[in-house]
T-cell receptor, first 113, second 115 residues
Framework: AQTVTQSQPEMSVQEAETVTLSCTYD???????LFWYKQPPSRQMILVIR??????QNATENRFSVNFQKAAKSFSLKISDSQLGDAAMYFC??????????FGEGTQLTVNP | NAGVTQTPKFRVLKTGQSMTLLCAQD?????MYWYRQDPGMGLRLIHY???????AKGEVPDGYNVSRLKKQNFLLGLESAAPSQTSVYFC??????????????FGQGTRLTVV
C-alpha cells in the first residue's frame, strides 16, 4: 500500500526566514509524481509544487523548492523568505501514473512577524 | 472557468438521514475523487472513478456510495448518516495523462455535521 508520512504536525518560522517541511513515502512503483499542496484557512487546496519521479532535478517555484531523494523516498519542501501569507496547512501527496492520489497527515505552518 | 464545484457547501444532518453531495467539473477530466478531511489525519480517499460509469473503493469507503453516470459529475451518497461521518468532504479531478496534467484540482469542500 502507498503511504505518505509527514512527521511534523506543526512548524513555525520567523518572517523572512527559511523553513523546511519533511515528507517521506513508501512505494514499490518506479514511475510516480509527488506534490505539495497548501490549504489556507479558506479551506481551498492550492498546488504549491510538483515533482516527477523520473526527473533528477529538484523542482523550484519562486520561493518554494523541493529536495527530492528518490532512493531515500524523501520529498521535503523548503520555503525561503517566508511571508505571512505562507501560513497554512501543507500536505505532501503521492500519485502514480494510474489514478490514486494519497496524502500525508499535514503540517500546520505558522509564520511569526 | 468554474473548475470543480461542490454542492452544498454546508449541511447538518440528523443520524439516520440520507443525502447526496454533488461534484461537477468542467475540465473534461477522466479521474474524479472524493476525500474526507479530519483533524490530524490529512485527506483520506473514500471512492474514486477513472472514467464515466466506473467507480472504485478508496481507503475509507464504508457507509458511502458513489455514482458517475456522466463524465463531468461524481456523486457521493450517505444512505444512513452517522456522527462518525461528520467531516469536511472534498471532491477533486485530474487528467489521466502524464506530464504537466497530473495535478488534481479541488472543489471548495463541504462541511457536513451529523447530529
Amino acid at each position: 500500500a502507498q503511504t505518505v508520512t509527514q512527521s511534523q504536525p506543526e512548524m513555525s518560522v520567523q518572517e523572512a526566514e527559511t523553513v523546511t517541511l519533511s515528507c517521506t513515502y513508501d512505494t514499490s512503483e518506479s514511475d510516480y509524481y509527488l506534490f505539495w499542496y497548501k490549504q489556507p484557512p479558506s479551506r481551498q487546496m492550492i498546488l504549491v509544487i510538483r515533482q516527477e519521479a523520473y526527473k533528477q532535478q529538484n523542482a523550484t517555484e519562486n520561493r518554494f523548492s523541493v529536495n527530492f531523494q528518490k532512493a531515500a523516498k524523501s520529498f521535503s519542501l523548503k520555503i525561503s523568505d517566508s511571508q505571512l501569507g505562507d501560513a497554512a496547512m501543507y500536505f505532501c501527496a503521492y500519485k502514480t501514473s494510474g489514478s490514486r492520489l494519497t496524502f500525508g497527515e499535514g503540517t500546520q505552518l505558522t509564520v511569526n512577524p | 472557468n468554474a473548475g470543480v464545484t461542490q454542492t452544498p457547501k454546508f449541511r447538518v444532518l440528523k443520524t439516520g438521514q440520507s443525502m447526496t453531495l454533488l461534484c461537477a467539473q468542467d475540465m473534461n477530466h477522466e479521474y474524479m475523487y472524493w476525500y474526507r478531511q479530519d483533524p490530524g489525519m490529512g485527506l483520506r480517499l473514500i471512492h474514486y472513478s477513472v472514467g464515466e460509469g466506473t467507480t472504485a473503493k478508496g481507503e475509507v469507503p464504508d457507509g458511502y456510495n458513489v455514482s458517475r453516470l456522466k463524465k463531468q459529475n461524481f456523486l457521493l451518497g450517505l444512505e444512513s448518516a452517522a456522527p462518525s461521518q461528520t467531516s469536511v468532504y472534498f471532491c477533486a479531478s485530474s487528467s489521466w495523462q502524464g506530464g504537466l496534467n497530473t495535478e488534481a484540482f479541488f472543489g471548495q469542500g463541504t462541511r457536513l455535521t451529523v447530529v
